[in-house]
């Protein structure tokens, strides 16, 4: 079954430190890889997505996330973190199945200052 | 151009009691996808609608109902709350039915108490 697992529940990393949240999957074909990103009360804001191509994804923010189809793993990287960056981030497979997209549990990031 | 539209932002209920919900997608996606998201499963799927035909059904009860209007905004429907329906509901735009990505609203905050 098609599945997405974020194995980081809760990370704390200083400001202006580089950052790597990981997301591996499970998918019968190439998927299509999301990584959203949630501040507290607010909806799920893209930051950058996969389809095809370049294996290296540019987003916002400064977000960049790398494909590895060998390891089944889109992490989500940032060579410098700011204090805003603090949120909920979610990686996300598909949509497959008509549409459903499947969400990992999601990582919390803590900046400290 | 306007994102995607939520409203209300928050609801609070009794248990027993309906709701509605309502989401205005972007201007021009038809597509429509509702998730509910929660502490402890997370963000999970609960329908799909295109053309105001629902696609997809995620794993809910029947108390769970929704639809969609011909100018592609869609409502859905608790019918009888229970305390465990207190979640952040989503609702996703997309501009078609396929494999692209979904933009998302802040959510309504519904609590039953």
């Known amino acids: 079954a098609q599945s997405v697992t974020q194995p980081d529940i809760h990370i704390t990393v200083s400001e202006g430190a580089s950052l790597e949240l990981r997301c591996n999957y499970s998918?019968?074909?190439?998927?299509?890889l999301f990584w959203y990103v949630q501040s507290p009360g607010q909806g799920l804001q893209l930051l950058l997505k996969?389809?095809?191509?370049?294996?290296l994804v540019q987003g916002i923010k400064g977000f960049e996330a790398e494909f590895k189809r060998s390891q089944s793993s889109f992490n989500l990287r940032k060579p410098s973190v700011h204090w805003s960056d603090a949120a909920e981030y979610f990686c996300?497979?598909?949509?497959?199945?008509?549409?459903?997209?499947?969400f990992g549990a999601g990582t919390r990031l803590t900046v400290k200052p | 151009k306007a994102g995607v539209t939520q409203t209300p932002r928050y609801l609070i209920k009794t248990r027993g009691q309906q709701v509605t919900l309502s989401c205005s997608p972007i201007?021009?996606?038809?597509?429509v996808s509702w998730y509910q998201q929660t502490p402890g499963q997370g963000l999970q799927f609960l329908f799909e609608?295109?053309?105001?035909?629902?696609?997809n059904k995620g794993n809910f009860p029947g108390r769970f109902s929704g639809r969609q209007f011909s100018n592609s905004r869609s409502e859905m429907n608790v019918s009888t709350l229970e305390l465990g329906d207190s979640a952040l509901y989503l609702c996703?735009?997309?501009?078609?039915?396929?494999?692209?990505?979904?933009?998302f609203g802040q959510g309504t905050r519904l609590t039953v108490v």
């Open positions: 609608y295109f053309s105001e035909t629902q696609r």
């Open positions: 996703a735009s997309r501009m078609g039915q396929g494999e692209t990505e979904a933009f």
């Open positions: 996969y389809f095809s191509g370049d294996t």
């Open positions: 996300a497979v598909g949509p497959y199945n008509n549409n459903d997209m499947r």
């Open positions: 998918y019968g074909a190439t998927p299509y």
């Open positions: 201007s021009g996606h038809r597509s």
